[in-house]
């Protein structure tokens, strides 16, 4: 299990990390989801033993990573930029994974290559993106990490091998109990995989749940009212639009206390819809505040 509690860390006199607390089960898949600046890459910086906190804990199985090397031997990071020695192919990182990581297991990397065929002698700064991110994943699952630390793992990659990541992670999950953190702003993706999700704001965890918890706590609302009908007074409104008659809200609550208020009203027309995570995350963070905005000059 990974425990972060009042975490904090500053640069230059500003808090990148403001007392922020969050807890990830073991064999979990959690998404770490924020604004730019937000400080997620900070936090991901903590969690692989890179910064040392200024105050605070972070633990892996109540075990502090920064002091602690065989700790950090548990963890595979992939950061959004990869980076390896300029004139290495991936031979050459296999062999520096080995030397590094006890747990590197060789057979299991012959046999991603099957799955992932790039080719072993060119130099990893000649391949392209999403082959650079192919590589790194393919290192990073040979060694058969305890924890996997990602930050947009998969930008770059075609939809094909994106499934096959993915893949290859949820069957780890599956199979060994590994414990996933990812960090991305493509929210449909993480959608599809999340277990949890925490949502990260000026250094501070505004809210952990699990998605289905999430889901549970706002609603969004079509509904149609004839004449002098009203929305009843004491709803909880997060955002709301309107085209002709047809009226639609977010609104926080349970699906089914909200449905029973507005039936009360007699609507011509009411449905309720089940949010997506992009939709959470903008009106978890401040509604009108984070919405898109039209330019007007």
Not at 137 to 165: H, K, N, T
Not at 215 to 232: F, I, R, S
Request: aromatic share 8%; hydrophobic share 40%; net charge negative.
């Amino acid at each position: 299990m990974i425990e972060v509690k009042e975490l904090v860390k500053s640069f230059d006199g500003v808090r990148a990390l403001d007392g922020l607390t969050l807890t990830v089960p073991t064999g979990a898949v959690y998404g770490l989801v924020g604004p730019n600046g937000a400080g997620k890459s900070t936090l991901i910086r903590h969690l692989t033993g890179i910064y040392r906190q200024e105050s605070g804990t972070l633990t892996v199985d109540g075990v502090p990573v920064y002091e602690h090397p065989e700790v950090k031997a548990r963890i595979a990071y992939i950061p959004d930029d990869v980076f390896y020695y300029t004139s290495a192919d991936i031979r050459d990182m296999m062999r520096f994974y080995q030397s590094q990581y006890p747990g590197f297991d060789a057979k299991r990397f012959e046999a991603l290559g099957e799955i992932l065929r790039l080719d072993r002698r060119r130099p990893i700064r000649k391949l392209s993106k999403g082959q650079q991110k192919q590589a790194a994943f393919w290192l990073a699952l040979s060694q058969r990490p305890e924890i996997l630390v990602l930050d947009e793992p998969v930008d770059g990659l075609d939809p094909v091998m994106r499934r096959q990541v993915w893949s290859l992670l949820l069957a780890d999950v599956e199979a060994y109990g590994t414990t996933v953190l990812v960090s991305s702003h493509n929210l449909r993706e993480l959608e599809d995989v999340c277990d949890t999700v925490g949502i990260l704001d000026h250094g501070k965890m505004l809210l952990e749940r699990s998605l289905s918890e999430l889901q549970e706590n706002l609603v969004k609302v079509q509904l149609a009212y004839g004449d002098g009908g009203a929305l009843p007074a004491g709803l909880s409104i997060l955002h709301q639009s309107q085209t002709g008659r047809l009226q639609q809200l977010i609104l926080r609550g349970s699906a089914e206390a909200v449905r029973e208020r507005l039936e009360a009203t007699k609507p011509l027309f009411l449905d309720l819809l089940p949010l997506s995570l992009e939709e959470i995350f903008i009106y978890e963070l401040g509604g009108a505040d984070y919405a898109v905005k039209d330019l007007v000059l």
